[in-house]
């Protein structure tokens, strides 16, 4: 049994329902203690399946109201997605690169020139199937001339009252506009397949 309802659906020894790990997403028989790696995190009723961590793969953003267990597996999950998002962003080709990455499907690659002295800009936006969220990915600073003009920009231009509130740095308020019409483009192309996604 590979998801969460087939398991808890199933019953053994004497009418007992299995239970699910989602930390090792495995189904376990009852009394099957030394097999199966969870011991408060059982999942033994369908109810209790459209948690967000029931099925694997999944997860909507409710990371600590779980156990330290299935807390520990989802932060490392996660972690190693974030690190493939970093790595990918500053390669030469994004694209192959994203290829390369399982349940990742890309939808956009926006790369722009973000000031006067002609560096670009980069922004992702790609559907995640494994974490189940539509992502979007922006490349940070990319060499050493890139961030002598971000920080003189900062230090002779005052920062841009922000509409959500607070002040940011112009450079990168400057930036986020000029990727913003790609990158909503793209979500917004996207958005009607995957409405049960996190962004």
């Known amino acids: ?7 808890a659906t199933r019953k053994r020894w004497l009418g007992m329902a299995c239970r699910w790990c989602p930390a090792s997403k495995s189904c376990h028989a009852w009394g099957a203690a030394l097999t199966n790696p ?8 369908v109810s209790s399946c459209s948690s967000p961590f029931g099925e ?10 779980t156990s330290s267990i299935v807390r520990k597996f989802l932060l490392e999950t996660i972690a190693i997605r974030l690190l493939q998002y970093s790595a990918t962003v500053y390669q030469q080709n994004v694209e192959r690169c994203f290829k390369n990455v399982d349940g990742i499907e890309l939808k956009r690659v926006s790369n722009v020139r973000c000031d006067i002295v002609g560096h670009n800009c ?14 979007i990915i922006f490349r940070g600073t990319n060499g050493w001339s890139q961030l002598i003009t ?4 900062g230090a002779l231009l005052p920062a ?10 112009a450079y990168f ?12 483009d793209s979500i917004i192309g996207s958005l009607p397949l995957y409405l049960d996604y996190t962004l």
């Open 122 to 135: 980069l922004a992702i936006t790609a559907v995640d199937k494994k974490l189940s969220s539509v992502v």
């Open 160 to 169: 841009v009252s922000h509409p959500a509130g607070g002040k940011v740095m």
């Open 56 to 65: 694997p793969g999944h997860y909507n953003g409710k990371l600590f109201c």
């Open 173 to 184: 308020y400057d930036a986020f506009n000029q990727l913003w019409p790609s990158i909503w």
């Open 1 to 7: 049994m590979k998801t969460c309802r087939e398991c």
């Open 150 to 153: 971000e920080l003189t920009s």
């Open 38 to 45: 969870c011991r408060k995190d059982q999942i033994v009723n």
